[in-house]
């Protein structure tokens, strides 16, 4: 009788541990097939901007623009559209638990972030890289008239899209507020386009030229922008379902998601870019990549926000801001006060984003 019974109950247990395995193995592959599918709508992204900056390039090179206007406005707007085109999927479609709102808060908040502390870093570090191989010096031949400008109308930008989150209750304060960035942002292309600025250089053959033996006209390049742009959307709605079903697999905010890894990957190519031009002597486009992706963050996607979310920021958010509105500062008092630029000052962004980082961990490990 007593063995009967601890047969059953054996046979009970081993059930239900089997049981217990054919679930947690069900939830393992989910998550690394939803793990898998966000790596590849992430590909699509960068691939998809890779051939709309090549485009743009072209663009400029063959209306004879600067690299002023080249850097700071033509590839800074073509990188930023993935964070940007985020942002609107994610509110607009994302699901009905409110993740939607988080994942594009995240985004918004962790694009200029990102550029300001993480970006600086890779480039002050590939600057010190190719000393080290031989390729170039310490001394940064930028255009700081173009640089200070880019600084300073980010944080003037930035600073009034964060800080209006503290106007709780006074949407159509929020409204005009808004509205008024994007509008500025006319005042910012004025400014740049008027300055003066270095011939742009070589810029590398049209992708569909090389590829697909097209003829290299105006045509061909506007085409290849139309396409990017169509896929860089289809890219990011399949990146913000894939974000959410991660962070339900996993049990992690959306909000922290979004804030750390969206835009590590939708800053890739101002990182690539920026690295590329640093090896090129091309400081002036490396740094304007960065900062004028900055500016451009700082007006539509912040004026999104206080246009279609309550743009309540938590604190995690604000600290983020505030990291980068530290980072962006300490530059421009540097060239402003040293007249140049070098790869040291741009290394203390690593700091900012170290700071963030266990920001967030420490919680965490608590």
């Known amino acids: 009788m007593g063995l009967g019974r601890s047969y059953g109950n054996n046979l009970y247990y081993g059930l239900g541990f089997a049981l217990y395995l054919l679930i ?12 898998t599918f966000l790596a590849g709508s992430l590909l699509l992204i960068l691939g998809c901007c890779a051939v709309f900056v090549n485009a743009i390039e072209n663009v400029g090179d063959s209306f004879n623009l600067h690299q002023g206007i080249v850097g700071s406005i033509l590839a800074a707007v073509g990188t930023a559209l993935p964070e940007t ?26 694009a200029p972030f990102m550029l300001s502390t993480l970006a600086f870093f890779i480039t002050g570090a590939a600057v010190i890289v190719f000393k080290l191989l031989g390729k170039r010096e310490l001394a940064m031949p930028v255009n700081r008239a173009s640089l200070s400008r880019d ?21 159509p304060v929020k409204a005009i507020i808004g509205i008024c960035l994007m509008l500025s942002y006319a005042l910012y292309l004025r400014q740049t386009v008027k300055a003066e600025g270095e011939d ?35 890219g990011a709605h399949l990146f913000i379902k894939y974000v959410e079903l991660l962070s339900s697999s996993l049990g992690v905010a959306p909000l922290i998601l979004s804030l750390i890894i969206t835009p590590i990957a939708t800053e890739m190519p101002e990182k690539l870019n920026s690295i590329i031009w640093i090896s090129r002597k091309k400081d002036t486009l490396a740094l304007g990549n960065i900062t004028g992706a900055m500016v451009f963050q700082s007006c539509f996607p912040v004026a999104f926000g206080m246009l279609f979310t309550n743009w309540d920021l938590p604190a995690i958010t604000l600290v983020s801001a505030g990291l980068a509105f530290i980072s962006t500062l300490s530059v421009l008092i540097w060239i402003r006060l ?16 170290a700071v963030l980082f266990f920001f967030i961990l420490f919680p965490i490990m608590a």
């Open 24 to 35: 947690i193995s069900r939830d393992l592959f989910t998550m690394v097939l939803d793990i």
């Open 85 to 110: 085109i985020i942002p609107i999927i994610a509110v607009f479609f994302g699901n009905k638990g409110g993740h939607g709102t988080a994942i594009g808060i995240g985004a918004i908040a962790g």
């Open 151 to 171: 600084l300073a109308f980010f944080l003037v930008f930035y600073a009034a899209g964060i800080g209006s989150t503290f106007i709780h209750e006074n949407v």
């Open 200 to 234: 742009i250089g070589n810029v590398g053959q049209l992708y569909v030229s090389r590829f697909l033996k097209l003829p290299n006209t105006r045509f061909f390049i506007f085409a290849q922008v139309l396409i990017s742009l169509v896929m860089l959307v289809f």
């Open 338 to 353: 040293k007249k140049t630029l070098n790869p040291f000052i741009l290394l203390l962004g690593g700091a900012f984003y």
